[in-house]
C-alpha cells in the first residue's frame, strides 16, 4: 500500500479575488473547473453583503464578476451531477445580515437551492433545509442552517450543514456552533436529518472550543476528506481565530484530524491576520493537486474586518509504506488552461499560528 505525502502552500501570499466597493466582505468561496462547464471556463461563486455572485476566469487566478446570481443570501455550494447544476445557499430575510450586527437580533435562515444547464438560467428557489432539531436552534440568537456541502454516497446525496449560533464577542456577531448531516435520494431531497451533531465545539479542544465552523467534505481514494475551519479562542493573542482543519474518514461520519494542527491559519498581520474561514476544495486527477480557494479576515470586528479570498494548493506525492501523513512543504502551482500571464508568488512564505 501507498502512503500519500500531501504539500500544501499559498499559491501566493495576495488575495486573488478582493471584495468590490461597497461590500467589506467577499467569502466562502465555492468553484467549478472548467472541465465541468460548457464554456470551459472556470466558475466561482461567492457572497458579499447583498447575496450570492458569480466570477469567471480562463486560469482559476484571474477573475472577473459576472453578476449577482441570489440576493439576500450567502455561503453558496454549487455541485455538478449528470449535466444539472445546483446551486445551494444560506437565504435569509432582505437586508437581515446587516440588522444581525446589531445586539439581541435574532438570525434566522433556511437552506435553498437553485438548479440549471448552463450556469446562465436558473429555476425557481427550493428550500430543502430548514431549522428542525433543538441544536439547529439558540434560543438567545436565533434559529440558523447554513454551509451546505452535498457529496453523493453510492445511491445517497448527503447534505453537510452547520446550524446553531455561538457569539464571538470581538468579532461582535455569531459563527455557527455545529456542524450535522441531512441524507436524499436527490439533490432536491426530501432530506432527513440526522438527530445530532457530527462535530461540535469542545473546550479542550485548542482550534474547536467555540465553534465548530463549517465543512467541505470530498471522496478521495476510498476514504472522505474533511475541511473543516474550526472557530477559536487564542490564549496567547488573546482573540478569537479561525483555521482550516484538515480530517479524514472511513464513512463520512466519523472524523479523525490528520494533522493536529492547521493546514492553515491566520497569520497575524495582512490580509489574513484575524481569521482564515469557509473553504471549498477538489482534487484535479490531471494535476494531481488539491485546488483549494478560501476567505480570509483581516480584523475581527465587523466595523473594521475585511475579507477577501485566496488560493492554497495541495501537492500529492506517493511512496512506498503504509502510514498517511501530510506536511507542509512547498507545492506546484495549478498550471492555466490557456496561456496567458499569471501572477508570481511571492518568496516570502507565510507564517502561521
Partial sequence: MNKQNIYWQLYQDDPILKPGFPSPVLADPSFLFPENCSDGLWHLFAHNIFGVQEFLSEDGIHWKKRKTVVWNAMRPFIFHENGTYYLYYEKYKFLHVLMTWFPYRKW????????????????????????KFPFHKDP?????????????????????????????????????????VAESTSPLGPFSYFSDPILSPNDMDPFCNLGAGSIKVIEWKGRYLGFQ????????????????????????????????????????????????????????????????????????????????????????????????QTTNKPAKKPRPKKKISKPKPKAKKSKRK
Avoid at 144 to 171: A, E, Q, W
Fill in 108 to 131: 434566522k435562515s433556511r437552506i435553498e437551492v437553485r438548479t440549471s444547464k448552463d450556469l446562465k438560467t436558473w429555476s425557481s428557489p427550493k428550500t430543502v433545509i430548514e431549522p
Fill in 140 to 180: 438567545k440568537f436565533g434559529e440558523s442552517v447554513s454551509n451546505p456541502c452535498l457529496v453523493k454516497f453510492g445511491n445517497k446525496h448527503r447534505m453537510y450543514f452547520s446550524s446553531s449560533l455561538v457569539y464571538i464577542p470581538d468579532c461582535g456577531f455569531c459563527e455557527p456552533k455545529y456542524i450535522t
Fill in 229 to 324: 475551519n474550526g472557530i477559536f479562542w487564542n490564549p496567547v493573542r488573546k482573540e478569537s481565530c479561525s483555521a482550516i482543519l484538515f480530517l479524514q474518514s472511513e464513512d463520512g461520519l466519523g472524523f479523525e484530524r490528520i494533522n493536529q494542527t492547521p493546514i492553515l491559519g491566520p497569520t497575524g498581520k495582512g490580509w489574513k491576520a484575524s481569521h482564515v474561514y469557509a473553504c471549498d476544495v477538489k482534487y484535479s486527477e490531471v494535476e494531481k493537486i488539491f485546488i483549494l480557494y478560501f476567505n480570509a479576515r483581516d480584523k475581527a470586528h465587523w466595523t473594521q474586518g475585511k475579507e477577501a479570498i485566496g488560493l492554497f494548493v495541495g501537492k500529492v506525492e506517493e511512496s512506498k509504506g503504509t502510514t498517511k
